[in-house]
């Protein structure tokens, strides 16, 4: 899909290299979950698709963390990681280092 597309293409931008993984769009997830990293794949409900391209790239970061560094979720590990990285990108988008 072109949401699909354009999320990855977006995720890769920002370093994020998740179509190095399977990516597979299902129902089979359960109600409110929008992704899931299993089996060295990244799976994304149907549901996330519908909240847009925003969300969808969202979840694909989120499940290609958990496969390539093997955070879990709501871990302080996880949280400096993400925060660590938007502070990265807010250094890129000023282009010093702090």
Known sequence: SEIMTKAVGFCNELGFAVDAYPIVVTD???P?????AENERIYVSRLALMQGTKRVA???IEEFIHLRYAYQDETRAMQEFLLDRLVSVGEQMKGEPL
């Open 58 to 60: 969202g979840t694909l």
């Open 28 to 30: 089979a997830l359960g």
């Open 32 to 36: 409110n979950i929008l992704g899931m």
